[in-house]
């Protein structure tokens, strides 16, 4: 196993600080580097995008050494980080998720795990996201993000290089999986908005926002809905259109066993 790579690294997510895919996340992150910090949203801030809190003010609460819960979304959590703790000395690399689910196609835009990656590249932080796509949600298998999270980020990192990164997890268990591969984001999957109606107990009406999907719309053999149905890790870059380091468009994982 390699020893640290970084002095520091900045995790957050969008699933909550309490999230079994943060815990995931900060083992692995230990591993590269010789500080951690996690700041987190205090609940689910799914679909949160990257907006960030102007109508309220952002509340802190300590949860363990350099971890916090942030009241706010997830790229309040990277703004608040930068400006509180960090100063002159940011952090080398930002990691964001690990998601419960996949976030590819047209829900990258929503996705409160890539905003908080695309605020810290707005803030010339290099930083990853990372999701673990799912069949049930009740059967989230994480192996894929524990065998292979760790020699992914050790590839796309590259000191001085500002870049930004999306990376998604096949939903099969980590023997299945050969390679990652360099590819698009897709389009074409939501086909409307819909509204789910209601009244609460004082008969006032509400309304639930969501979409209609499609998962058979026709794709591509590079973007990210193909690469995963492949049972490969899909890489995705964000504001750029760098293949993977070294020109390649594809990663044997194997060799993250020399590495």
């Not at 999986?177 to 409307?192: E, F, K, P």
Request: with cysteine.
């Amino acid at each position: 196993m390699q020893g640290p790579m970084v002095q520091r690294i900045l995790i957050t997510n969008d699933d909550g600080i309490n999230a079994p895919g943060l815990a995931v996340l900060e083992r692995i992150a230990r591993r590269l580097a010789e500080e951690v910090w996690v700041v987190a949203p205090e609940h689910d801030r799914s679909g949160a995008g990257q907006s960030i809190s102007i109508h309220s003010p952002l509340r802190v609460f300590e949860s363990g050494e350099k971890r916090y819960a942030v009241s706010g979304t997830p790229a309040d959590c990277v703004l608040y980080s930068l400006a509180e703790w960090f100063g002159e000395t940011p952090p080398d690399l930002v990691l964001s998720g690990v998601n419960c689910g996949a976030n590819i196609s047209d829900s990258v835009q929503y996705s409160g795990t890539v905003g908080a990656v695309l605020s810290a590249e707005h803030m010339n932080i290099p930083a990853i996201a990372l999701s673990q796509a799912f069949l049930t949600r009740d059967g989230i298998q994480w192996s894929p993000v524990e065998a292979y999270a760790e020699g992914l980020i050790r590839k796309l990192y590259q000191p001085g290089e500002n870049r930004a990164w999306n990376v998604n997890f096949p939903a099969c268990d980590a023997s299945e999986i050969q390679v990652a591969r360099w590819c698009r984001q897709s389009t074409g999957s939501i086909q409307r908005p819909r509204l789910l109606s209601g009244r609460d107990a004082r008969s006032l009406p509400y309304w639930w926002l969501g979409f209609e999907r499609s998962s058979r719309h026709i794709v591509a053999p590079d973007v990210d809905v193909t690469v995963l149905r492949d049972k490969a890790i899909a890489v995705t870059p964000l504001r750029h259109e760098d293949p993977l380091p070294g020109g390649a468009l594809e990663i044997e994982l194997s060799a993250f066993a020399a590495d």
